[in-house]
């Protein structure tokens, strides 16, 4: 089955981009997620990314994706303290519904 | 509109009590799923509706009993809970399943159980 890893913590000064990596194991994930988790709170969605695509620019976020490498990245551009949470990558498979998700990466941003 | 909405926001329960959880959506979605989430780790999904039947149960103990009893709502049902039950119960909904396109899910705040 799917497996999703990410690094667990990351720490940024304010101002400064991140970059959160990400690395799936099976090629057939159609779309490839970004979730944000407060906390206490739910799972706020950032964006996504369909498997045949290299690039996605959101404003603040860039998602890019190397399929042959199966990784994922999520650059935030003048982090803010704000974005102090908890960023989960999460796959979707061909046939189904089911998301893998990775096991979550802490975000620290410091002033 | 992309809101999933969860009550209660929290839940203290005793090891013989019955309580409920309950979700909403009014984005038309045919998909409702629930997921427990462990402190500092990812979502584990245990439940998916999809067109108001059960789809999936991730081998989830008889003691959370879900119900769909219309295409907006979703309840999880919980009787004789353990102490290693207490989480953060999320809720999500999707469009269903289709042809092309994400069925990407959209999670409500969660329901923060304690069981005593």
């Known amino acids: 089955g799917e497996d999703v890893e990410q690094s667990l913590f990351l720490s940024v000064r304010e101002g400064d981009s991140s970059v959160i990596n990400c690395t799936y194991t099976d090629s057939s994930s159609t779309y490839l997620y970004w979730y944000k988790q407060e906390p206490g709170a739910g799972l706020q969605l950032l964006t996504y990314i369909f498997s045949n695509m290299d690039m996605k620019q959101d404003q603040r976020l860039t998602v890019l994706l190397n399929k042959k490498d199966k990784h994922l990245s999520l650059r935030i551009a003048d982090t803010q303290t704000g974005d102090s949470a908890i960023y989960f990558c999460?796959?979707?498979?061909?046939?189904?519904?089911?998301?893998?998700f990775g096991p979550g990466t802490r975000l620290s941003v410091l002033p | 509109d992309t809101e999933v909405t969860q009550t209660p926001k929290h839940l203290v329960m005793g090891m013989t009590n019955k309580k409920s959880l309950k979700c909403e959506q009014h984005?038309?979605?045919?998909?409702m799923y629930w997921y427990k989430q462990k402190a500092k780790k990812p979502p584990e999904l245990m439940f998916v509706y999809s067109y108001e039947k059960l789809s999936i149960n991730e081998s989830v103990p008889s003691r959370f009993s879900p119900e769909c009893p219309n295409s907006s709502l979703l309840n999880l049902h919980l009787h004789a809970l353990q102490p290693e039950d207490s989480a953060l119960y999320l809720c999500?909904?999707?469009?269903?399943?289709?042809?092309?396109?994400?069925?990407?899910?959209?999670f409500g705040p969660g329901t923060r159980l304690t069981v005593l």
């Open positions: 999460a796959a979707l498979g061909y046939y189904g519904q089911n998301f893998v």
């Open positions: 999500a909904s999707s469009q269903g399943p289709r042809l092309a396109g994400p069925d990407t899910q959209y």
């Open positions: 984005m038309g979605h045919r998909a």
